[in-house]
């Protein structure tokens, strides 16, 4: 059980702090709640200690016998501040302590997380591009803001990643906390994830069991270390588009396979996590198959065309740039022929690909689960294994793997 102090500064967004306040408490972790004076002018002061269990106070001056201004930033094992507002930003970046959070954020020697959250325009200024990467020099993570609908009719970046995207992120740092480096800037990455469906009629497909989870933590993660992602999304069980990613939305394998080709080119990293269908209906039905005497015995089936294969042989023909890293994914079972990583070792030699993670997959493994883990195959004959914990945490190290290869 790690502590965790929320601090939430004073704006529109402060309302969503209350639902990852909720998510830290649910997990088990002690929260501590501090917000600044105006973050209790759009949320009060006792929805913050119902949901954490704590008193909260904004000034240095409550519980001074318990030197709560030095004591919390202390004894925190993560802090969080969401909504970060520009102001928030700008005190912490010139070392300001004239509220308990600033003060607290002079302590804390534990990894330290924002989530901006403010206007466009606000966002862009030279002030906050300053502040900004004056924090993240020195070792807090500023996440890049979402994209979408702001305050009143504005829309563009600056608005505040979804409560669960930020939770995601926060327990990441807890589980590792050097997982959100800044050293993926300036390259482009195009991620693929979720399953294909394959109809067979207006009612029926071919499909699987991917929920797309390892691949959106992919893109996501990718965006924040500083790369401009695109992500090629089938279907996945309802996740929101992370924040500052790109994404594009299809359904069927030949879909995926147009849509990743289009964007592989000029990419710096193609990570192809979906769970492709190997083969779709030979015909599909204008009307849906009746029972009966109209039902076919059989269903004749075509290969789809190999996406990381296709993939790998466009990097050898010039159609991507001969240093562009392609990864591939592999969920294999063992059976009485061969272990899943002998499997895997042989996709890896027959597809060409640079690195290849294997999961192997089962009943409460891999796939529709939050944690994941498995190995990491290079096409140079290393193998790394890839320890039990978030899909969070193995995107992180396939990141660092991708990383190592692009310098």
Not at 381 to 391: A, H, I, N, R
């Amino acid at each position: 059980m790690s502590g965790i102090v929320v601090g939430v500064a004073g704006g529109i967004a402060a309302y969503k702090a209350c639902a990852l306040i909720r998510s830290f408490t649910e997990s088990g972790h002690r929260v501590r709640v501090i917000p600044t004076e105006a973050a209790l002018e759009f949320v009060g002061r006792a929805t913050f200690e119902a949901l954490s269990g704590n008193p909260v106070h904004t000034g240095v001056f409550a519980d001074v016998a318990q030197v709560p201004h030095v004591r919390i930033g202390q004894d925190a094992d993560l802090v969080v501040i969401a909504p970060a507002t520009a102001d928030l930003l700008s005190r912490a970046a010139t070392g300001r302590a004239d509220d308990l959070l600033t003060a607290t954020l002079l302590t804390a020697r534990c990894p330290v997380l924002f989530a901006p959250a403010m206007h466009t325009e606000m966002w862009e200024h030279p002030a906050t591009v300053a502040n900004v990467a004056t924090l993240r020099a020195r070792g807090a993570v500023v996440l890049e803001p979402a994209a979408g609908r702001l305050t009143g009719t504005d829309t563009g970046p600056g608005r505040l990643p979804e409560p669960t995207e930020i939770y995601g992120l926060a327990t990441l740092l807890l589980e590792r906390s050097d997982a959100v480096p800044r050293d993926l800037v300036g390259r482009r990455f195009v991620v693929s994830a979720g399953g294909t469906r394959e109809p067979l009629d207006p009612v029926r497909f071919l499909g699987n069991r991917s929920s797309g989870k390892q691949g959106y933590a992919i893109a996501r993660l990718a965006a924040q270390r500083g790369a401009s992602v695109t992500l090629v999304a089938a279907h996945t069980a309802g996740l929101a588009d992370p924040a500052a990613v790109e994404v594009v939305h299809v359904s069927t394998a030949e879909q995926l396979r147009v849509a990743v080709n289009k964007h592989a080119a000029g990419a710096d990293a193609v990570v192809m996590s979906a769970a492709v269908a190997d083969f779709r209906p030979s015909t599909v039905a204008a009307a849906k198959i009746k029972k009966g005497e109209r039902e076919p015995d059989t269903i004749a089936l075509t290969k789809n065309a190999d996406i990381l294969a296709g993939l790998v042989q466009a990097r050898r023909d010039g159609a991507l740039a001969p240093s562009t890293v392609i990864v591939g994914f592999a969920a294999e079972t063992g059976d009485d022929h061969g272990s899943v990583l002998e499997y895997a070792r042989a996709k890896l030699a027959r597809k060409g690909c640079d690195l290849l993670v294997v999961n192997a997959v089962g009943e409460g493994r891999a796939f529709e689960v939050d944690d994941n883990d498995g190995w990491l195959l290079a096409a140079d004959g290393t193998q790394t294994p890839l320890e039990f914990g978030s899909k969070a945490l193995m995107s992180s190290r396939v990141l660092d793997a991708v990383a190592g290869q692009l310098s």
